[in-house]
């Protein structure tokens, strides 16, 4: 049990076999050892155990909020979905804004652990620090957007439709490897495949209601001061200031031409690095121009509102409205979802540039709960495929109304395309006969930054804990936007430590549950005065950045038990220096590959890992002594195992 500030001490862990709903309190030392949200959620799916079948009834998946969600910390808005993912078999946490983490925050709860499988559709309702398992058979095989219409409707209350609904599509139903849990039609915990977890216990929705009871801070002038203290560097900064910085104006689109002009824009399925190089390699075939689906030229003509998330003054999403021709039909399409990863994923990596398009695009995914970085990867990786000669029945390049209609096959898993499709990009290109065409690490594909372009995030998604990601170590923020100072994105040297302290870092705001973007303007200091302020702890920054390393630690323990060691810490070939099926870059990045060997190098002697793997002291150094530890260790002293 725990009695800091922020907590509620209260999470359920829900049966779905048996509908049996328990309720328990927060032990004090894993809140103070693992914070919330990702790193309490690790914890939890750490002591459910690593071999589970992801797609089984022992699975865990655990909706966590952290001790800042739901509070008047900036941007606090966050709630964490972690689990073990069907797409990498690793551990992973996919987290999504809105109101739904501080609404379950609101509604009594600091967790919810479901478990188990449903023998018939069922949703969760979560008021006044109750759970209540009800029938979804008649909002099965719906979309995710007629799914939360028709939930509100039902649970309309004493609070009125004051709720957060979070659901999947059918991609979830059909276990489609990267299907997402979408929140309030538009907001997705998009990685990992959380929503085909959800949809293997058919659990289609979680619906939260509450009124608005923000947590008081317990010491109440130390969170006043990092609270002033936040606010101040975020409205100063570039990037965040609220109507003027970047993000705010043009929302997380604001990178397509910045990385576009540094030739870091994998485009082609990453034959090459913009799409400025690509119509220079071959001025003969159609080419395409990355500013048609770019921040800028989404406000400027089909931009309509500017929502935002809870305790949120940036307002990075950017909500659009467009009119598609499609199939012979005009279709009016409204989303607030225009973001960089998805319009990249979607459009110049698949070569499409259509912008109103691409919105329907981001749209149907949403609609059908799939995660649009690892669709639009997929079909890229079925275009090249399909010019390859591996499929008879492809896809080709930009062919954008063939696009739009593949995700709702794939998400029905409708034909043998599809169903090839919905396992995902590397096993799917696996089946295919040639596993170097998938751009994924661990089975999850990578994101909008090409890594001979930015050798920070080249070893950022090698070592990232659940499969390739941008988002488990942002160091473009260094690399691109020279925060917190500018390092130049081709050199490797140093990018290891670099990546190494974003992860750390990223990893207790994660757990916070903080947006991730406050780390363009907010640091260690003002994440110290806050969670101290909120809690009555007194750590120092040294101190909350160990907790950091230690949930990027445990993390890594687990998937070592799982089986993963430092040869899963690859990237595809075409990025690696001395590979053969290597591709060199364009442009700006002319000739550049990826040193992934002096990379991995530098990064585990920061870490102090023996191959990718955490040595048993290590874990004992970090009081990790939740398992048997790994047996690798220079001490010879295995981590204690005393729960």
Same mark, same amino acid.
């Given at each position: 049990?725990?009695?800091?500030?922020?907590?509620?001490?209260?999470?359920?862990?829900?049966?779905?076999?048996?509908?049996?709903?328990?309720?328990?309190?927060?032990?004090?030392?894993?809140?103070?050892?693992?914070?919330?949200?990702?790193?309490?959620?690790?914890?939890?799916?750490?002591?459910?155990?690593?071999?589970?079948? @992801?797609?089984?009834?022992?699975?865990? $998946?655990?909706?966590?909020?952290?001790?800042?969600?739901?509070?008047?910390?900036?941007?606090?808005?966050?709630?964490?979905?972690?689990?073990?993912? @069907?797409?990498?078999?690793?551990?992973?946490?996919?987290?999504?804004? =809105?109101?739904? =983490?501080?609404?379950?925050?609101?509604?009594?709860?600091?967790?919810?652990?479901?478990?188990?499988?449903?023998?018939?559709?069922?949703?969760?309702?979560?008021?006044? /620090?109750? !759970?209540?398992?009800?029938?979804?058979? +008649?909002?099965?095989?719906?979309?995710? +957007?007629?799914?939360?219409?028709?939930?509100?409707? %039902?649970?309309?209350?004493?609070?009125?439709?004051?709720?957060?609904?979070?659901?999947? =599509?059918?991609?979830?139903?059909?276990? #489609?490897?990267?299907?997402?849990?979408?929140?309030?039609?538009?907001?997705?915990?998009?990685?990992?495949?959380?929503?085909?977890?959800? =949809?293997?216990?058919?659990?289609?929705?979680?619906?939260?209601?509450?009124?608005?009871?923000?947590?008081?801070?317990?010491?109440?002038?130390?969170?006043?001061?990092?609270?002033?203290?936040?606010?101040?560097?975020?409205?100063?900064?570039?990037?965040?200031?609220?109507?003027?910085?970047?993000?705010?104006?043009?929302?997380?689109?604001? $990178?397509?031409?910045?990385?576009?002009?540094?030739?870091?824009?994998?485009?082609?399925?990453?034959? +090459?690095?913009?799409?400025?190089?690509?119509?220079?390699? *071959?001025?003969?075939?159609?080419?395409?121009?990355?500013?048609?689906?770019?921040?800028?030229?989404?406000?400027?003509?089909?931009?309509?509102?500017?929502?935002?998330?809870?305790?949120?003054?940036?307002?990075?999403?950017?909500?659009?409205?467009?009119?598609?021709?499609?199939?012979?039909?005009? +279709?009016? #399409?409204?989303?607030?979802?225009?973001?960089?990863?998805?319009?990249?994923?979607?459009?110049?990596?698949?070569?499409?540039?259509?912008?109103?398009?691409?919105?329907?695009?981001? *749209?149907?995914?949403?609609?059908? /709960?799939?995660?649009?970085? *690892?669709?639009?990867?997929?079909?890229?990786?079925?275009?090249?495929?399909?010019?390859?000669?591996?499929?008879?029945?492809?896809?080709?390049?930009?062919?954008?109304?063939?696009?739009?209609?593949?995700?709702?096959?794939?998400?029905?898993?409708?034909?043998?395309?599809?169903?090839?499709?919905?396992?995902?990009?590397?096993?799917?290109?696996?089946?295919?006969?040639?596993?170097?065409?998938?751009?994924?690490?661990?089975?999850?594909?990578?994101?909008?930054?090409?890594?001979?372009?930015?050798?920070?995030?080249?070893?950022?998604?090698?070592?990232?804990?659940?499969?390739?990601?941008? $988002?488990?170590?942002?160091?473009?923020?260094?690399?691109?936007?020279?925060?917190?100072?500018?390092?130049?994105?081709?050199?490797?040297?140093?990018?290891?430590? $670099?990546?190494?302290?974003?992860?750390?870092?990223?990893?207790?705001?994660?757990?916070?549950?903080?947006?991730?973007?406050?780390?363009?303007?907010?640091?260690?200091?003002?994440?110290?005065?806050?969670?101290?302020?909120?809690?009555?702890?007194? !750590?120092?920054?040294? %101190?909350?950045?160990?907790?950091?390393?230690?949930?990027?630690?445990?993390?890594?323990?687990?998937?070592?038990?799982?089986?993963?060691?430092?040869?899963? *810490?690859?990237?595809?070939?075409?990025?690696?220096?001395?590979?053969?099926?290597?591709?060199?870059?364009?442009?700006?990045?002319?000739?550049?590959?990826?040193?992934?060997?002096?990379?991995?190098?530098?990064?585990?002697?920061?870490?102090?890992?023996?191959?990718?793997?955490?040595?048993?002291?290590?874990?004992?150094?970090?009081?990790?002594?939740?398992?048997?530890?790994?047996?690798?260790?220079?001490?010879?002293?295995?981590?204690?195992?005393?729960?």
């Amino acid at each position: 049990m725990t009695d800091l500030g922020g907590y509620q001490d209260h999470v359920a862990r829900i049966d779905l076999s048996d509908g049996a709903v328990d309720y328990e309190g927060i032990d004090d030392e894993d809140a103070e050892k693992y914070i919330g949200a990702r790193g309490l959620g690790a914890k939890y799916v750490f002591d459910q155990g690593p071999d589970v079948d @992801p797609l089984g009834p022992d699975n865990l $998946l655990a909706f966590m909020n952290g001790p800042l969600t739901g509070t008047q910390t900036v941007m606090s808005g966050r709630i964490a979905v972690c689990t073990k993912s @069907p797409l990498t078999n690793t551990v992973t946490d996919s987290h999504h804004g =809105g109101w739904s =983490g501080a609404r379950l925050k609101w509604a009594g709860f600091d967790g919810l652990l479901f478990e188990g499988e449903a023998e018939d559709p069922v949703y969760a309702f979560v008021e006044d /620090g109750e !759970v209540e398992l009800r029938d979804a058979s +008649h909002v099965w095989g719906w979309g995710v +957007h007629d799914t939360i219409d028709e939930l509100e409707d %039902e649970c309309e209350g004493s609070y009125g439709k004051n709720l957060s609904a979070m659901a999947i =599509g059918p991609g979830g139903e059909n276990q #489609v490897r990267y299907a997402c849990i979408m929140n309030e039609d538009d907001r997705a915990s998009g990685r990992g495949g959380t929503g085909a977890v959800m =949809g293997s216990k058919n659990l289609k929705a979680v619906v939260v209601k509450s009124s608005t009871k923000m947590p008081k801070p317990a010491d109440q002038e130390t969170f006043r001061e990092g609270h002033q203290q936040a606010m101040q560097v975020i409205q100063e900064s570039d990037v965040t200031a609220p109507n003027e910085g970047g993000l705010s104006m043009y929302g997380t689109n604001v $990178l397509m031409n910045l990385t576009e002009e540094m030739d870091g824009l994998p485009t082609r399925n990453a034959q +090459h690095t913009s799409t400025s190089s690509e119509a220079a390699a *071959d001025p003969s075939e159609p080419n395409i121009d990355a500013e048609n689906v770019s921040g800028e030229n989404v406000r400027e003509n089909i931009l309509v509102d500017e929502p935002t998330c809870h305790s949120c003054p940036v307002a990075c999403k950017k909500e659009v409205e467009v009119q598609v021709h499609h199939k012979g039909e005009d +279709h009016n #399409v409204r989303m607030e979802s225009y973001e960089y990863e998805s319009a990249w994923a979607l459009g110049p990596n698949s070569m499409n540039d259509d912008r109103d398009k691409v919105a329907m695009m981001i *749209d149907r995914c949403n609609d059908m /709960g799939v995660d649009t970085i *690892d669709m639009g990867n997929t079909m890229a990786m079925a275009m090249e495929a399909s010019e390859e000669g591996y499929l008879d029945e492809g896809l080709d390049w930009g062919d954008a109304d063939t696009m739009i209609e593949m995700i709702e096959r794939v998400a029905n898993r409708e034909d043998d395309l599809a169903d090839l499709l919905a396992e995902g990009s590397m096993r799917a290109s696996e089946e295919l006969g040639d596993g170097d065409m998938s751009l994924d690490v661990k089975g999850q594909s990578m994101a909008a930054y090409d890594p001979r372009a930015m050798k920070g995030m080249a070893i950022g998604y090698a070592t990232s804990n659940r499969g390739a990601c941008h $988002l488990r170590g942002y160091t473009p923020s260094a690399e691109i936007l020279g925060i917190p100072n500018k390092v130049d994105p081709s050199e490797p040297e140093g990018k290891g430590e $670099l990546c190494a302290t974003f992860q750390d870092l990223h990893a207790i705001s994660d757990s916070f549950d903080i947006c991730k973007f406050n780390a363009f303007a907010e640091g260690i200091e003002e994440y110290v005065m806050q969670y101290n302020g909120m809690t009555g702890l007194d !750590v120092s920054e040294e %101190e909350l950045m160990e907790a950091g390393e230690r949930i990027y630690n445990l993390e890594r323990y687990y998937n070592n038990l799982v089986g993963f060691d430092g040869s899963d *810490d690859d990237l595809p070939a075409r990025f690696v220096e001395g590979n053969e099926k290597a591709i060199p870059g364009e442009g700006g990045s002319e000739g550049q590959l990826v040193e992934l060997d002096q990379l991995k190098d530098e990064y585990y002697e920061v870490r102090d890992w023996e191959d990718g793997v955490v040595p048993d002291e290590k874990l004992d150094e970090l009081g990790i002594d939740v398992g048997p530890g790994t047996g690798v260790s220079s001490g010879g002293a295995a981590a204690s195992g005393d729960d």
